[in-house]
């Protein structure tokens, strides 16, 4: 590739990139709100059962193990 053609291959990419925005379908203000809820929401349901495990297993190597 030659350096001359950078130039013109950037406009173009750029050119695209935007064409293809335009395509993109963006969710709403509300679709947003709830669909971060719902992250939120099974982001601290995997928190807590990740950690009731932790607390199980350790406090059953506690009892036995150690």
């Known amino acids: 590739m030659k350096i001359s053609?950078?130039?013109k291959k950037l406009v173009s990419f750029l050119k695209e990139v935007k064409l293809e925005m335009k395509k993109v379908?963006?969710?709403t203000k509300k679709e947003t709100i709830?669909?971060?809820?719902?992250?939120i929401a099974?982001?601290?349901a995997?928190?807590?059962f990740l950690g009731g495990l932790?607390?199980?297993f350790s406090?059953?190597?506690n009892?036995?193990?150690l």
Do not use: Q
Not at 34 to 39: A, G, S
């Open 34 to 39: 709830k669909y971060t809820l719902i992250i």
């Open 42 to 44: 099974v982001s601290i």
């Open 63 to 65: 009892k036995f193990v």
């Open 5 to 7: 053609n950078l130039p």
């Open 54 to 56: 932790d607390y199980i």
């Open 25 to 27: 379908n963006w969710p």
């Open 59 to 61: 406090t059953i190597l």
């Open 46 to 48: 995997v928190a807590v």
